[in-house]
Structure formats: C-alpha cells, structure tokens
C-alpha cells in the first residue's frame, strides 16, 4: 500500500485495497455491498459516531461513487460534515456535495446555509471553501442567495489575493448559469481596474470573468481594452526572470498571455492610435519572439510559446486590418506546416485556413499549396488529412481550383471512409463555382461519382443535371461523356440514373455516331436495369418513354421491354403501373403530347436551377429541393411562351391566360401525365386515365373544405372524403406562384375515368385583373363510371395575399409611410368580433403565415400588432401597412389596412377578417 | 472555458472526473465511456488533439495514465496541454513522482489540488509555488487537527497570504 498523505484515514486505505485485491467484479461488487451495508448501519444505528468516522465513510462513499456505482444515502451526514469545526471535515463534506449533489438536490437549503456561515467566518480557508464549492455547483439557487455578496467580496480591499482569486471565477460560475440573478453595473469599473492588480493571480482570474462579462455587455466594459494592452505589452517584453513563478518553462505567463489576447478578440481593432500602436507592438514582439531560437528542448517550451503565438494571430485575424502582420503571420505558420510535431501540423493548417479567408493573406496562403497537397498524402493522421482538406477547400479560387480539384479527386480514391462524405461534397461545390469550362465541371462530378458514388448524395447528382439542362453548350458533350462512363463493366447507381437523365434529355445529340446510335443507348441503359434499384428503375422507365419521342425508331424494342411479363407483373406497383401507363401512352399518345412529357422534366429541372442559383453553395444545404425526380407542382410562371410550345399548367399571374382556347384543353392532359410521374408514397396511389379496371365506386360526397384555412399558409388537404384526398401544395415567390395538387386514392381500388379540368374566371380570361396578380379559380371534375360520375367543383386557394412579401422597416419609416397613406379611400378598416381564443403567439403566427411581417417597438402596447408587406404583381409593387388592435377585454379586434391601392386595402381586410 | 477533465488508466479504468459544467450523470457516464474508447484507440504519434461533437478533445499520457480534456471551440489547444501538464507537475511535486496508485488512495487530495488550480474551467493559479502552498497549508491544518490542537484555525490565515 502506498504511503497516504495527511491523516490517512486508514479504513479507507484498507478498503480501496480490498477493491484492488478482487479478482473479479463479482467479489468487487460483493465487498462494495459489504461495505455500503456497513456504513448504511453505521449511520442509521450509531448515534456516538463521531466526526473523524463520518469523513471516513462519506469518504469511503465517495470513492464508491468515483468507481461508477450509484450512492442513493450519506448525504445528510455529508452536509453535516460542512458545519463541523474541523477543517478537513468540513473540507470533505464540500468535496462529497461538489460531486456527488446536484443543484436541484432538497439538500441545497441546508448546503447554502453552510456557505453562507463559512463566507461570514472572516477565517480565509473556509471563505475558500465555500467558493470552491459554489464554484463547483453554480447553481441557480446559490447565485439568488449567496451570489450578491460576492463582487463586494472580488473587489475589497480588505480581501486577501487567494480569496480574491476563487470569488473572480466562482462570480464567473454563477454568471454563466444565472447571468441575471447578480447585477454587476455598480462594479463594472473595479472589476476592469482588477486588470491591474499587483497580484498575477488575481489578474489571471479576474481576466477570465472579465472577458465572459465583456461577450454580454462590450460597450460597458469597453475601457478594459487599454488596460489588457496595457497588461499583455508588460508581459511579453518582460524577460523570463521578471515574472518568477509566473514564468513557465521561459515563457512569461503564457496563461494569462492567452486570455488578453482572447479578451482583446471580443472588440474591434482599438480606436486611440497610441492604444493600438502598442498593441500592434506586442503582436510584432510575440511574433518575433517565436522565431528565436528555443531556450529549451522541452516541448513544454515550445507549447507554451507557441500556444501564445497562435492565440495572438488569432487575434491578428479577428482584426483582419494589418495586411503586414498578417502576412507575417501566415509565413510563420507556414514553417510549423512540416515541422516534426504533429500538433503544430494540425494547428497550422487549422489557423491558415481563417488566414485564406482574409482577402490580404488569402495570396500568402496559396504559397503554400504543393505542401498542404503533400500533407493530404502522407499525413498519417487522418485528424491532420482532414484539416488538409479544409485547407485546401478554403484556399481554392479560380487560379487554382482545376489543380486543387484533380488533387482532392486523386485522393479520394484512396481516402478514409470517414471524410469521404464531406470530400465528396466539398469536391461538387468547388468544381460548381469555380468553373469556367462546364465540360470540366461535368468530368469532375461524373468522376465523382465513378470514385466515390456511395458518397455522391441526391444533392449533387441532381446539381449536374441541372446545369447540363441550362448549359447548351455541355449538353452534347454531357451525353457522350455519361455514354462512355456507363460502358465501364461495374458502373455505381448513380451514374446509371445520371446517364438515364442525360441520354434520355439529350441522347439524341451522339445519336448520329453509329457507335451510340438510338439503339445502343437503349440497351446500354437497360443492361443496367436489372441490377438498380426499383427507384432507379422507375427512372429508367421514363428514360425509355422519352426515347420513343426522341428516336421513334426504336419505339417497338422499347414497347417489348414495357410490355414485357417482367415488367406488366412486377410485385413493385409503382413499377407496375409506369410500365402500364407508358405502354399505353406510347400506343395511343399523339407526338405531341410526348412532347409535353419531354417538356415536363426540363421545365421542373430549370426551375429547380433557378432556385439553387440565389445561392451558390446550395448544394450543401440540401432540404427544399430533396425531391423525388420531377415533382408533381405544376409550373406557374409568367410566360409569354408561344401558342405551339405546350406548357404544363400555368397559373400566371399579371398575365391573362386564356388567350388560346387549345389550352385549356392541353393542360388536363398536362396534368394527367404529372400525375404518372408523381413518385410513389406510402399509401398513396396516383391514378392514370388510361386504366381499363372495373371498379364500383361510390362517391359520399362531404364537401367540408374551408378554403379560408389556406390563407396563413401554403400546404394542406384541400378536400378529403372516404374515398379521395385532394391536397395543395403551393409555393410564392413575389409574383410568381406554382400551385401542385396531389390526388391520393384512399381505396383499395383503381379509379376509372378520372379527369381533371382546369376553369379559369372568366375576369382572368378577359385580362380584367390583368395588373393586380388577382386570382384563379380551378375546378376539378370527377367522374366514376358505375352509371354513377360524381363531379366535385374545387376552388383553388390562390388568392392575393399569397404574393405579399413580409417588409422590415423602423418606426420612422413606418409612420412616415402610414401618414402619406391618408386619402380615405386608401384605408380600410374593420372591427370584429374574435372567432378564436386571443392568444398572442397563434395570432402572431397567422399574421407571420399571411405573408405579413410583425414590426417591433412601433406601437407601446406589445398586444398590437404592426406589419408591413409588398404586393408583388408582374408590373408593380404595392406597399401595404397593417395595423391589427386586440382588445382581449371585449374580445374584439379592430384592423386598419392602409396601400396605395384602394382595392387592395379593401381586399386584404376582407381577408384577414375571417381570421382572427 | 473547459468543459471536463478525465482521468482513466490505459486498461479504461476512469480515476477522477471533474466536470466544469452541470451534466446528467447519464450523459457523464456515456461521455467517459464514449472518450475512453477513442482516445484509447488513438496511436502514439497521432496529434493530440480531435474534434468530438462541438467541443475539442485534448489529451496526453503519462506513463500508465491518460489525461483528457474537453474544451471549446476557441479554447487554445496548446495550451490546455501544458494546463495537463502543469496539474502533472503539481501532483509530482506533492507526492513525490506521482504514479497511479497515489491518485487512487488520495483521490480526494487530487480533488483539492485540483481546486487550487483549475475553478469553474478556467486557469486560476499557474504558479506552482502558489498552488502547493495552499495545499501545504491545508495538510498542517490536519495535522493539527489530528494531534487534538484546537483553536489554532483563525491564526492560520497567515499561510495564504503572500
């Protein structure tokens, strides 16, 4: 048994070396037992235990807990300890409550109680105590009681150093769990001035409570800034002997060093000149200093020196202002890149890559790309690999991107499994925006995927089809290019749906070479088909529709793949069905409507690139445009498009649509053919016209639809009965809208003869909202067909607060415009009666969901609501106030809407009525 | 601000834990069971940092002993280093070439070095001199304890003033 130290509580000696004697966690568990038993009685029975005994069973306990097993007793006899008035008693009791009772503990009263004696006791190793214990706990409960003495305790000048010391970081404790419970204005300025205290101690803690108050409140604490300068040049031009036991391994204070330059990173370069000269000196002297020769050999040395070092160019690139400095910072770090230290690797690459985002040492940093290349491939730290890779991703631009990418391309092959992923997607995003010749950037992406396909996310893969759809000039070499990737023996799924986009885009560019004629393509991509997935296979059956447009002359081998017994009977329905559908649209089908279908994808790829260019990394973030192939929302996008190109369902607004009657005809057929592209969801099945089943329907119909419960927001069931759900998805962006309506059959059953008919209002057709973005209104019809066709007339919730854009601005503004906006004719106003409860939060979002925006501190009273929106129509912007009075005592609301335009005003008040 | 300190043995026995900030102890125990596998799995020469969730890992071993700690994400690497390092040297001096053993007959006086250095996750005393008087100055006091002596603790200020 080693010597104990102190007292040795011999009891607890012995037993922690029976627990080391066991042989198994059998025996283990068994004396833990044992011995729980013993103190269990002990301190129920034993009414003569003394102090000394019960600090050797709380002891014991507490060793028991440390070894990981639960102590549910001893924590009364614990906070007894803390009133005793021996010293290392007490001291036990607070160890045993620091880490073994929670701040939520009953027992807290009666620990709090015990602080507060020991803070009174003027005696400075119990004051000690009880900080330390504060400090360990921090609870909320301690900060409301006791918290309040301790500033007075951190700044007196009665206070002995080492008190002052623990009251700094037990104060800091408290503030982070409970910032508001201690209120510190009446101290601010004596806590700054702790900054130069003669006690290097005191200053290294007060450094730190003080750079936790500064990220709360800067400006108040805003004139620490001089004194940290101030501190940290007395510092680094202190000579290693200055500082005596501050000094460590020969570097001045490199603790306290550290937190002023941390401190220093929470404001801006400092304004007085003579403040920031100094400044600029220490940084230039730390920077100098780290490039003398080491007065040791100890890694000690060397840590702590480079330790203040890189926390100092931290700072010197949060000031982001010293081009010369920050130069020199990024030539030092570019030393450490193949020092011996693998840390010093790590941290080096870690800090560059905040240098490469600064525009004056993003050229300094790109200096060093052959040995950051190097360090990608022999570091054999995959932590210091991946650092690599961040590097290199943020010291790429348009000079260098092709050689960064081959690099990171060439690694890949061989890369962990572990970064793959993020590779991957760093790889896309940089061939994206830093392209010029996207024949490159298709390479890069289709290589990807040869390399890497399994990491190759749905982001990406639809990324590369998007922009070969926009770029004409890629599209021919897009297809060969796929063409060539997909004869490889072993080729990855992606690349098969990649190719089956492609060819059946674009297929018909390479199909004058007779080695990718019409036919080898088809049966390049089918070869492929039996090893996809059903998803994929979906996919390529689309392919194969669209090739009958595109090479009519292979229409029968592709009607035998379709028609084929595989495929008729597949146990995968949605596979089933497209087979069907496409069979027979390929049979009946005119060219044109297989035109339509063509034109379908393309239209829904576009947009999709319109979305994503509003933000180039769009790809990293992934969400919106997690869809399932061409989706089912129809386009609704001004289009003055020419009478013969067949357009899928438009919903113009500011545009009067029936100016060709073929239309309207042409868009249920449109529509129809989304609905068999529609992908498949659980339970839902979307239905085809074509089908030949007989099935007995009945239609109940319950017409419950509110369409008013669309105004505050975009999505949701439109109608529902027992046998269909009709929903509505829409999306608005300024005048433009999209509008998609999904039809689920809640049968077992197909649907026969379902159709559906698009009828717009006769004031649309003739052009009479033509300026105003007002409303369509569609009707579907449907029929069954036991003798029994039920038709349902449906209003589309497209109305005209869907193209309002929320509009921040400030008081001023606000009541400058509502006051320009005083012509009667321009406000409407209207008080109702509440419908629904007044709650504050529902009533927030409805008006949030309306399109509006909620204005802050306009009106006194926060029940008020204070909006403001834009109308966006295709020729102009109307700007519209709302002011919306809840009066929770009469249950009232009164709203007052005030635009330039006066029907507007009226319109948006009929609206918003019905919703409160 | 450092958000936990381990110490556990290479056979991933855990000998003291500190946590700088409340925790569940159902996430204590998953934590330090999740942290002694990796860093345990980690190699000799490999750096000695890595990431883990939102916090950075920091970690070194002496001898049979392994000292980690979590830190946040502008925490200075380096330099949590040499605090484990200054803690090493604390425990070596009081002891007298610290091994294992030591810290698990005398976990508590680990506990109250500890205090004396490191409170509420930031740096509070790096002067070893400090430090060790403060906890020379406790072990007096339960000497004296022992030997029965009383009403000696108010004179004792004297040992915590410079």
Known sequence: MPTVKGDGMRGLAVFISDIRNCKSKEAEIKRINKELANIRSKFKGDKTLDGYQKKKYVCKLLFIFLLGHDIDFGHMEAVNLLSSNKYTEKQIGYLFISVLVGASSDLMKLVIQSIKNDLVSRNPIHINLALHCMANVGSREMADSVGGDIPKLLTSGETIDSVKQIAGLTLLRLQRSSPEMIPLGEWTSRIIHLLNDQHMGVVTSATSLIEALVRKNPDEYKSCVSLAVSRLSRIVTASYTDLQDYTYYFVPAPWLSVKLLRLLQNYPPPEDPSVRTRLTECLETILNKAQEPPKSKKVQHSNAKNAVLFEAINLIIHMDSDPNLLVRACNQLGQFLQHKETNLRYLALESMCLLATSEFSHEAVKKHQDTVITALKTERDVSVRQRAVDLLYAMCDRSNAEEIVGEML?????????IREEMVLKVAILAEKYAVDYTWYVDVILNLIRIAGDYVSEEVWYRVIQIVINRDDVQGYAAKTVFEALQAPACHENMVKVGGYILGEFGNLIAGDPRSSPLVQFQLLHSKYHLCSPNTRGLLLSTYIKFINLFPEIKASIQEILGSDNNLRNPDVELQQRCIEYLQLSTVASPDVLVGLHNITLLLFRSLAKLKKKKPTATAEGGEEKEKEPRTIPQAQVNNAEPSAPVPLQVSVGLPIGRSTARNRRLSVNLKMICSLMPPLPSFFFFFFLMKFEAYLFFYLTIIFLISRFFCKQNGVLFENDLLQIGIKAEYRQNLARVGVFFGNKTTFQFTNFTSNLVLPDSIKSGMYKNRGCILCKCFKIWCQSGQMQKLNLKLPVI????????????EAFFTRWKALSQPDQECQKIFKAQFPQDTEQVKQKVL???????????????????????????????????????????????????????????????????? | MMQFMLLFSRQGKLRLQKWFSAYPDRVKKKTTRELITLVLARKPKMCSFLEWKDLKIVYKRYASLYFCCAIERDDNELLTLETIHRYVELLDKYFGSVCELDIIFNFEKAYFMLDEFL???????????????????????????????????????????D
């Not at chain 1, 060439?410 to 572990?418: C, I, Q, R, T, V």
């Not at chain 2, 005393?125 to 029965?148: H, P, R």
């Open chain 1, 800 to 811: 005209i607060s869907k193209f309002l854009e929320p509009a921040e601005m400030n008081s």
């Open chain 1, 849 to 916: 969901g309306f399109g509006l925006s909620i204005l802050q501190g306009i009106d006194p009273n926060p029940d008020n609501f204070v909006s403001s929106a834009i109308l966006h129509t295709r020729n102009q912007q109307v700007g519209c106030l709302v002011r919306l009075e809840p009066n929770k005592q009469m249950q009232m609301y009164r709203l007052t809407i005030r635009s330039t335009k006066p029907e507007i005003s009226k319109a948006l008040g009929d609206l918003l009525e019905t919703q409160f």
């Open chain 1, 410 to 418: 060439e690694y890949l092959e061989s890369a962990d499994y572990s």
């Open chain 2, 119 to 161: 409170l509420g996750g930031e740096v509070q005393e790096t002067s070893k001199k400090n430090v060790l008087k403060a906890i020379a100055a406790q072990d007096l006091l339960q000497e004296q304890e022992l030997e029965g002596s009383r009403g000696i603790m108010e004179d004792l200020s004297f040992f915590l003033t």
